[in-house]
């Protein structure tokens, strides 16, 4: 008797460890998916900006306006297509051609369904006067199985993206390098940029640790170091510094900017 209850006892406990089991694998899998749908979004950049370029171009004439409707039948729903009849009548006295398209963010509002921000940058010609517009809309995409995609939200006002007023924290130097060490490391610095356009990966070894930097391979000519800030770290050195370049296909100036960490034994090496 006490075998039977034993046996019993076991097998419900399986049952419902597997029943658990199931759970979390189900939850673990509709996790995965659901990332993977938000990661892939390049395929709905895309739908979007084909979308777009359709929708905000036109003019008044019955054939251009006939055109249009049946481009963007492709990319809405039938309850939108619905909505957007006569947005664009040959009564208006605009025509419009977009220049850019740029998809700003795309965020999952649902399992199959995402929210787009993007902005659209038209010529608005009107008699003969032409005017530049620019506006920021989002829509909503809904995402099927197949992959297969529909705009289900129509384009919708939202507010621009704005330049951040955020200002990084300039650093100063605080006098823990002596004058010798960075006379030292600039001519170091001085030396290193002058070979780093054109250097090897065999070249770079000698100066660079690992792959802190790799070679890039380009026909620049080095110009200045631009206010290199030395600060003490340890038994190496942080520079940060910008570095100014005469790139020899375009002849313009081109600044990249550096933060390193600088060691020394017998010579100087880039190590961060």
């Not at 359709?54 to 306006?65: F, R, V």
């Amino acid at each position: 008797m006490i075998a039977l209850w034993a046996v019993l006892i076991a097998s419900v406990s399986f049952g419902v460890y597997k029943n658990f089991t199931a759970i979390d694998m189900h939850t673990v899998h509709e996790t995965e998916t659901i990332q993977l749908r938000l990661h892939d979004t390049s395929g709905i950049e895309n739908f979007v900006k084909n979308f777009a370029k359709s929708y905000y171009t036109w003019n008044n004439s019955k054939e251009a306006i006939e055109a249009r409707t049946q481009a963007i039948s492709g990319y809405l729903t039938k309850e939108l297509q619905d909505l957007n009849v006569d947005t664009i009548r040959t009564d208006i006295p605009t025509s419009s051609t977009v220049t850019d398209v740029l998809v700003w963010s795309i965020e999952q509002s649902g399992t199959d369904t995402f929210s787009a921000t993007y902005e659209v940058d038209q010529q608005i010609k009107e008699g003969e006067q032409t005017t530049s517009v620019k506006a920021t809309y989002t829509v909503k995409v809904h995402v099927d199985a197949d992959g297969n995609m529909v705009i289900v939200q129509n384009p919708t006002l939202a507010p621009a993206i704005e330049k951040s007023d955020y200002e990084p924290k300039t650093p100063e130097a605080d006098n823990s390098v002596d004058a010798d060490t960075i006379n030292d490391a600039t001519a170091f610095l001085e030396t290193f940029f002058k070979l780093y356009p054109t250097a090897t990966e065999k070249e770079l070894a000698y100066y660079v640790s690992g792959n802190v930097l790799e070679p890039i391979d380009r026909d620049c000519l080095y110009s200045e170091l631009v206010n290199p800030i030395f600060t003490k770290d340890g038994d190496n050195v942080k520079v940060k510094v910008a570095v100014k370049f005469i790139d020899n296909q375009t002849k313009a100036t081109q600044v990249s900017q550096y933060e390193l960490v600088l060691h020394k034994d017998s010579n100087w090496k880039i190590v961060g």
